[in-house]
């Protein structure tokens, strides 16, 4: 309930009341890519002035106060719970936030072992897209993830998402399969893929 209260204050009437829809009932085709990062990643072209941080609660904080209208991405640690997310900063101002769901995370799409996450709600602000800013953010998250001891990073994205589908596909990610995944009062009623 706090989370919803939270969303409301945060981030207005309507996009409480599209959030809300979408808690009530959901149906989604998506495909899952997998990268094993027991291999090389393919290397991006560098972007000068990009910065990616692990991001802190306390910074999401301060983006929800201070953004109004932020999109739904920034709002998974309310309405999942999931702690793990980067940010990314082009010229100093936020360009993209990316979260990681680990096996402990409970809304995730896939069944995980302990050395594997499931990448997603990945957004890139509409004033930074089509600078190719995703794929290096995902390619400095695979390089993180790998440091940690993880062997194999999911994607899990709409499949209407052809940018980011091009995205995931820059660094090698492979589509390993597809998806309908069904939510009804918050409850995922699909069963969750190996």
């Keep these: 309930m706090r989370s919803g209260i939270d969303s409301l204050k945060n981030r207005g009437l309507r996009s409480f009341l599209l959030e809300s829809w979408g808690?009530?009932?959901?149906?989604?085709?998506?495909?899952?890519?997998?990268?094993?990062?027991?291999?090389?990643?393919?290397?991006?072209?560098?972007?000068?002035?990009?910065?990616?941080?692990?991001?802190?609660?306390?910074?999401?904080?301060?983006?929800?106060?201070?953004?109004?209208?932020?999109?739904?991405?920034?709002?998974?640690?309310?309405?999942?719970?999931v702690s793990n997310f980067y940010l990314a900063y082009l010229d100093q101002q936020l360009a993209n936030i990316t979260w990681i769901y680990l096996m402990k995370d409970k809304n995730r799409f896939l069944k995980l072992k302990p050395n594997e996450a499931e990448m997603k709600y990945g957004v890139t602000l509409p004033a930074f897209r089509g600078r190719n800013i995703a794929p290096k953010v995902y390619e400095a998250i695979l390089t993180q993830l790998k440091k940690d001891g993880f062997e194999s990073v999911y994607g899990v994205i709409r499949e209407d998402n052809l940018p980011s589908c091009r995205a995931v596909e820059k660094l090698g990610f492979r589509e390993k399969n597809r998806l309908t995944h069904i939510k009804f009062l918050g409850i995922q009623i699909s069963p969750r893929p190996r």
Excluded: C, H, M, W
Aim: charged share 35%.
């Design 23 to 81: 808690f009530l009932f959901k149906y989604e085709k998506l495909l899952v890519y997998e990268f094993n990062l027991n291999k090389d990643l393919r290397p991006i072209q560098s972007l000068p002035n990009l910065v990616l941080k692990k991001g802190e609660l306390k910074d999401l904080k301060e983006i929800l106060e201070r953004e109004r209208n932020t999109l739904a991405e920034f709002t998974r640690y309310y309405v999942d719970g």
